[in-house]
């Protein structure tokens, strides 16, 4: 039996209320979330989530308070979280915002920082501040100062715009090496480099004239004091958009692949890549395990001569995030690589928890199945290596008058071994918990 709502409960509800009368709201009020019992001190959602989880609500704006955008998540000390708003998809119009709860459990929201452009990851580095990635570089702020935005700092300032671009992959990400390097996505400015008559666009040598400069992760070596190299080398490339970077504590560098967006909705499949020092993944020649793309020959793509994926997900999946659970509310996972699925079309709107071995890498299965919604399942392609795992959120599509279809953006890990969540498309946050209601 569902344990009685807390008492902060009516303050989310009137703010759904309040959300679902904004005229200019209309598309918002459809991605509302109804609530019913509780999920571990907060109100569960009707999602239906793996035997013995809940996933609750912990924020849905309405109005002008919080982020638009809700992206990248981090803890703070004493429970409050930074949270990274990419705004839009326009230049300036991001921020970075503090999060953190009164006495009776209402979330409260402070800006630190406004006019970024499109920021997205924010961590903790190898010196213990905190460093935030925007659209074209690096940045560092205290969030505990009293004046944040007067501590931002540029770390790296070199990346490229590419918010003019068509099929543009404009958002950073990054993740520290062992070293304290930084390693820095640089996404693809085009989907699958061609023209408009749907052929290559090649330089002299008869590779991509994008691929040179894009499409890849840069390492810029870590000087210590908070300080890295301007300069960078290419740590790997053929690579579309690696929002999705993780680090074992082993040392192997994981990547989430988002593919190329062809009209069909089941192909082509995006991906887990292993990350090495010169190692090419592909892009724009290749997808899945060695299928060139449209437009580009079979001698062209060379596809054999590609690094192959460690795992194929389901197609537009969309993994923004991965993480290594740690926690302690659930020893079951530990261990194991947490995956957020993003993606718009029927396989995407998931959490997922892939088993891994010793290194951190995924197991995997061959001939295994994606469910996708409303119902159903699809096969991988024969041969084909697929995570084995569980999906903590099986139930995250759309049902009317109760909830949208999910649209996960960065995980965390909080002190109590919870998992948070983003929203960006929901404009909400919210938190894994152990279920109150026995399975």
């Given amino acids: 039996m569902a344990r009685p709502c807390p008492v902060w409960l009516p303050v989310v509800a009137l703010s759904l209320i309040l959300s679902l009368g904004r005229p200019d709201d209309a ?31 912990v924020w849905q704006g309405a109005g002008g308070e919080g982020p638009r955008m809700p992206r990248g998540l981090l803890p703070l000390d004493g429970g409050d979280w930074l949270v990274t708003d990419l705004g839009g998809w326009e230049p300036g119009r991001g921020a970075v915002w503090r999060l953190s709860f009164d006495q009776g ?113 840069r390492r810029h070596a870590y000087l210590g004091n908070g300080r890295w190299a301007e300069a960078s080398t290419v740590f790997a490339s053929g690579l579309r958009n690696s929002i999705a970077l993780v680090r074992h504590p082993s040392g192997t560098i994981l990547q989430g692949e988002n593919s190329v967006d062809l009209t069909t909705p089941d192909h082509p499949y995006d991906e887990i890549n292993v990350l090495r020092q010169g190692g090419h993944y592909g892009w724009p020649y290749c997808v899945d395990l060695a299928t060139p793309l449209p437009g580009w ?49 029927r396989a995407g709107g998931r959490i997922v928890a892939a088993e891994t071995d010793a290194q951190g890498r995924p197991l995997t299965d061959i001939g295994g199945r994606y469910a996708i919604y409303p119902r159903g399942a699809l096969s991988y392609p024969a041969g084909a290596p697929s995570i084995r795992g569980k999906v903590l959120t099986p139930g995250w599509d759309a049902v009317a008058g109760r909830q949208p279809r999910g649209s996960p953006v960065a995980l965390a890990v909080a002190s109590d071994g919870s998992i948070w969540v983003t929203d960006d498309r929901s404009r909400a946050i919210f938190r894994i918990a152990r279920s109150d209601v026995a399975p």
Avoid: K
Wanted: proline share 8%.
């Fill in 105 to 217: 459990g209402a979330p409260r929201w402070r800006r630190l920082v406004r006019g970024l452009s499109m920021p997205h990851t924010a961590a903790r580095g190898p010196d213990g501040r905190i460093y935030v990635s925007e659209m074209n570089r690096i940045l560092t702020l205290d969030p505990d100062a009293a004046d944040p935005a007067a501590t931002v700092r540029t770390v790296i300032g070199d990346l490229p715009d590419n918010r003019l671009h068509e099929n543009r992959h404009p958002l950073s990400s990054f993740v520290f090496d062992g070293d304290g390097a930084l390693l820095v996505n640089v996404g693809a400015p085009s989907d699958r480099c061609i023209d408009a008559r749907g052929r290559a666009r090649v330089n002299a040598s008869g590779a991509c004239v994008d691929s040179a400069a894009t499409a890849q992760v």
């Fill in 297 to 345: 020959s079979a001698a062209q793509a060379r596809c054999s001569e590609r690094d192959r994926p460690v795992a194929l997900l389901p197609p537009h999946a969309a993994p923004l995030d991965l993480i290594y659970y740690d926690g302690a509310m659930f020893p079951e996972l530990r261990g194991r690589l947490l995956m957020s699925w993003h993606g718009y079309r």
């Fill in 27 to 57: 598309r918002a009020a459809d991605r509302v979330y109804a609530v019913d019992g509780g999920c571990g001190g907060r109100p569960a959602t009707t999602v239906r989530t793996a035997p013995g989880y809940c996933l609750g609500l």
